[in-house]
């Protein structure tokens, strides 16, 4: 059977209870299923202004979380362009999202609430992959970020972030593997719990090569083998990535990980989120189905190139 026909086996046939008082699968384990939010209104990084304040006061954080919802779609995506279409169409509309309750100033932990600064060779790396591009953007396809290609989304993980919009994914479970299928471009990673070494050093993946134990009441999962060019943050093939779920009551999964590549960052760092179950149902995302944003940056560059010749 294909890990595909896998994961619809699992869908049909692991359906969570939430009637159980223990929230316990049939193996004892606790039961991580169902569909989940990672939506989201505190920052990846601590803003300046909150330095060294790891956690809001409640009335802080409520006030917080009323100015985000309050922001418009392009002011929280960064942009300084007038909306010219109801974002709540298109899911943008973070009011609309069920968003975890959280006294936490950044999503990272500890006193900085920062990714630490880049080693010296992550400089140099990134700066000379930006220099070897600069000029050849629109060259062909290949030259376009990975996002835009529609081969991973940057939020979906490993490791998880809440994304702009979708930030919903589903997990089921079985008593040997566990799966997280990911609304945005639903990419599914299938977790083995059943004790399975990595796959060999050779072999590399977008997703790089996730393997899960229980630690008490915690899975934890190991990923390793990512290719180089996934780069989360800049970071190298040599990435590695440990993820704790915990689920902490009906509607709650506490979710962390910790990042780790000393080619790329001065020391490991680490980021904890809260998932919070919605009703769901998660729909399709078919990035490359009738997508012709590639196409048409491409052609609009050809266009542009004819212009100025």
Request: net charge negative.
């Amino acid at each position: 059977m294909t890990h595909l026909a896998s994961l619809f086996v699992l869908l049909l046939m692991t359906a969570p209870v939430y009637g159980q008082a223990s929230f316990r699968t049939a193996d004892g384990h606790p039961d991580l299923q169902g569909i989940w939010t990672s939506a989201s209104v505190v920052p990846l990084e601590r803003p300046a202004s909150l330095k060294g304040k790891e956690f809001y006061t409640e009335q802080e954080a409520a006030e917080n979380a009323k100015r985000v919802l309050g922001m418009s779609s392009w002011e929280r995506l960064g942009s300084q362009a007038p909306e010219h279409y109801n974002m709540s169409q298109y899911g943008l509309d973070l009011s609309q999202a069920k968003v975890a309750s959280t006294l936490r100033t950044s999503l990272i932990v500890g006193p900085e609430g920062r990714v630490p600064p880049l080693t010296p060779e992550a400089q140099k790396r990134i700066a000379e992959r930006a220099a070897r591009n600069r000029g050849h953007q629109f060259d062909g396809p290949e030259n376009r970020p990975l996002q835009e290609r529609c081969l991973i989304y940057s939020s979906e993980g490993p490791p998880m972030l809440p994304s702009a919009y979708n930030s919903n994914l589903q997990i089921v479970q079985d008593a040997d593997h566990v799966v997280v299928l990911q609304e945005m471009i639903h990419s599914a990673r299938i977790i083995p719990t059943d004790g399975s070494p990595h796959l060999a050093q050779s072999v590399r993946q977008w997703y790089g090569d996730s393997r899960g134990h229980w630690e008490g009441d915690t899975l934890v999962v190991d990923t390793t083998n990512f290719t180089d060019k996934t780069a989360f943050r800049g970071s190298t093939a040599n990435l590695h990535l440990i993820e704790r779920f915990r689920r902490i009551d009906k509607d709650t999964i506490v979710y962390e990980f910790t990042a780790e590549d000393p080619a790329t960052w001065t020391r490991p760092w680490t980021a904890q989120i809260q998932l919070v179950r919605i009703e769901g149902p998660l729909f399709e995302f078919a990035c490359h189905e009738g997508n012709q944003g590639v196409a048409n940056t491409l052609s609009g560059a050809r266009a542009a190139e004819n212009v100025s010749k």
